[in-house]
């Protein structure tokens, strides 16, 4: 594949000590990379580890283990102060929640420009305004805007102002920790239009996390789907939805609402448990089944999705 | 009722529509974007508020007043001084050159009882300002750093908590002399801790937020975490805490003085005017109701306007 690695995740580790001795795996041995210019979406149950291993990648947590590469340098453990300046502006992320992720007491336009203040990316105070006005615009705001604060906007408007204060460094690679979920179904289509068109025009990097299927297959280039902070398959978007290998994929996928009254009424729901598999004898390996395509599963389970495979073709 | 039925819509039902009078409606991007309200900063919404809030507003006036009072009050009945006798006119009762009469030994009660106000003010006051700024600074950090940080200031705000306050004044008040500086270090070495938890409570919530998140991937220090976006967000609650801070003061130091740990006399404050009044109540009730009236208004004026800033700032927790 001549497809460049923007970032290299390598048997991620994140895991918090909960008290009494006890140890949350939130993430567990997870790897994957993102090319450059691509949406990578990422799936799964509320727990799963997703939002943590976004959080990992962006440093918000200490690491338990593994390694985090970004543009060929690697961005986890300890790293030097002038790596950690240019991260915070390569990187960025868009947070779930648009009433929790924006300082109430804050203008928008300070909000915004808080990118620009902590590098000193403005020379002055003329620059920082145009700067926030011009942001404003490719959002779809006006420079009206600048001077209120949060509680006047609505969530999709929130939303964008969020957006807005993470483009504002120019960032290469931007997390979307479920950008959508909180939002009204008409502003979700907003808010992911908008997404894919500032991927077009500033050749940004996502990663998306969600949970709803249909999305995350309308935007994404390739998806991974995480269950128990392990990630149990990946692939392209088509891929994955076209030929699911894995039961729990098979089980998500199942649980798609189709806007058809007759099909939902009829719908045949796949139900999960982890006990479908059996490890007591060997347990799963993360396999490349066919280019491009991962899969948690153990030679006996390989053998049989194979099969899978062969029989759809 | 069978003229009462509705007639529904089922989904086999087909509906004659008139295409000619399906227009789309024009929709402009502008102007849905457009925000009609005016623009409202959180303290103007406070205020605002506030305003409706007929009984805290009437608190508020009432401790412009006396503070007013216990400002100019002492010049404008004879003279300002608190301490003057004048025993050929002792134990009289309100009349027209003594405004509030006078106390066993001749000295004016106007002038001492706004003159006990401003001690009494100036003491709950600086106790307020003492609480702030240590219990805000100690609460910030337990609460911002947590860990093992949090938990060792945590137990050792506890232990000085548990100490009881009259037992220490008690001790403090034999070692040195009752003064101004000693009551107001007495009371104010415990009384920051509640402070501090209120502060640290409030960090450890906004702590999590995704708003300190998105500072710290765009690089936020920890001074700019705490000064720019978590400060802001506690300050309210700061203020409410501070508005019921002072009428507890205030009558925690009226309690001292009636136990006769208050200040050395001839100084006046509203709790020693009133445990020298109730000293001749049955005879003169005057020496013992006017303070006693001041000291009540004070404390249920900042009561109210306590109540009142707390909902103002937080109108979730009415």
Redesign the interface.
Known sequence: MAKEKLVEVKNLKQHFKVGGGRVVKAVDDVSFDIYKGEVFGLVGESGSGKSTTGRSIIRLYDITGGEVKFDGQVISGKIKGDLKRTLTREIQMIFQDPYACLNPRMKVVDIIAEGLDIHKLAKNKQERLEKVYKILEIVGLTPDHANRFPHEFSGGQRQRIGIARALITQPKFIIADEPISALDVSIQAQVVNLMQKLQKEFGLTYLFIAHDLSMVKYISDRVGVMYHGKLVELADADELYAHPLHPYTKSLLSAIPEPDPIYERNRQRIPYTADVHDYSQEGPEWVEIRPGHFIRANKAELVAYEKQLADKK | MEAMKQHYVG?NDTIEVEESLLVLAPMH??AS???E?K????WREAWINLRKNKLAIAGLVFIVGIVIMSIIGPYLNGGADYAAQDLANSSQLPNGTDWFGTDDIGRSLWVRTWYGARISLFIAVTVAMIELAIGTTYGGISGFYGGTLDIVMQRISEIISSIPSLVLLTLLLVVFKPSIPTIIFAVSFTSWVGMSRVVRSQILKYKE???I?????????NG?LIF??LV??VVGQLIVVVSFSIPSTIFFESFLAFLGLGLPAPLPSLGILISDGFKSMLLYPHMLLIPALVLTALMISFNLLGNGLRDAFDPKMK
Not at chain 2, 39 to 42: A, L
Not at chain 2, 213 to 221: D, I, N
């Open positions: 989904p991007a502008e974007e457009k925000i309200s623009n409202t900063s959180f937020y995704e708003f998140l998105a500072a710290r991937t765009l690089g936020a220090s700019r720019k976006h802001p967000n």
